[in-house]
């Protein structure tokens, strides 16, 4: 019998979510309720042991502090246990994700312009932003082209953005990381820890030895506060295109002993150790919930 690894990223009330990335707090626990009925919940690291019965592990991407606080909970009283994979950089642990500072600057409250004009790598990038419309689309091309970008390069454009539109108040409680305290109490909150690099970058568009620099620099700082080994780990952004051979070789001798992709499948005892799939879940409902899961199930991929 296979078993399915759920990703989820944020737990939190509705807000503008252009990357489909937020479950409702109402929808999560229909799900949680719905997985009870149709399969053992285990920890991720058992979930390619062999058995009888359908299993399920739980995952979380990123470190946001609702895993915690909203979905926590939730899975506490239905005695779930999951892990939560955290980006963590030693020297920048609360800074907010790139990808949600895009998100306030463009879409909270436009700014009276009729175009945003920015340079995007070595290309000019120009969107007419006179409707809700053309501040969707910047959005959705910002995210698109900054995923490969550089740090230093994201950090330019994210400037521009912020100089055009008038900027926004830091920091943000809807898009709050986890912080050391909280990240103490994960365990006690029935959370497993696994890495997920320092910067959130795609590995696949770096070296060698900053890949390696990236999953085990993320290790050591997660463990430097909890205490505790952390052997699991998740690529960011876990499509094919993502990670290579040589990222699976850098996780492996950074000391992980299994790792996450999010290509969709079940896992098998043989599936690989540093490959295993993961079905994203979105704002489903707990029927179109249960479907996909039993969906997947009947596949059997």
């Known amino acids: 019998m296979g078993g399915i690894v759920l990703m989820y990223h944020r737990v939190a009330p509705a807000s503008a979510d252009p990357l489909d990335m937020r479950v409702a707090p109402e929808r999560f626990a ?23 019965s359908r299993r399920v592990a739980i995952t979380f991407d990123d470190g946001y502090l609702d895993n915690l606080t909203v979905a926590g909970p939730v899975l506490s009283e239905a005695g779930m246990p999951a892990t939560l994979f955290v980006t963590r950089d030693e020297s920048e642990p609360d800074r907010h994700f790139w990808w949600d500072r895009v998100e306030h600057l463009v879409l909270d409250e436009p700014a009276d312009i009729d175009f945003l004009e920015l340079e995007v790598g070595d290309r000019h ?20 082209r900054l995923v490969r970008m550089s740090a230093a390069e994201i950090e330019r454009v994210v400037a521009q953005l912020d100089a055009q539109t008038g900027g926004v108040e830091w920091p943000c409680a809807v898009h709050a990381r986890l912080g050391d305290e909280d990240l103490r109490r994960l365990p006690g909150a029935g959370f497993a820890i696994g890495g997920h690099t320092r910067t959130h970058r795609m590995l696949s568009t770096l070296s060698r030895s900053e890949q390696y620099d990236e999953v085990r620099g993320c290790r050591d700082a997660l463990e430097s506060v909890v205490g505790a080994p952390v052997t699991t780990f998740a690529y960011p952004f876990g499509g094919g295109d993502a990670y290579t051979s040589q990222t699976v070789r850098a996780v492996r001798d950074a000391g992980y002993e299994l790792a996450c992709t999010t290509d969709v499948a079940c896992t098998r005892p043989r599936t690989h150790r540093y490959r295993i799939p993961r079905l994203p879940v979105y704002d489903w409902d707990g029927d179109k919930f249960a479907a996909r899961l039993e969906q997947l199930f009947e596949l059997g991929v």
């Open 30 to 52: 229909e799900q949680v309720q719905r997985l009870g009925e149709l399969a053992e919940v285990v920890p991720l690291t058992e979930i390619r042991d062999r058995g009888i």
């Open 125 to 144: 990038l120009r969107v007419d932003v006179r409707t809700a419309a053309g501040w969707e689309r910047a959005a959705a091309a910002l995210n698109r």
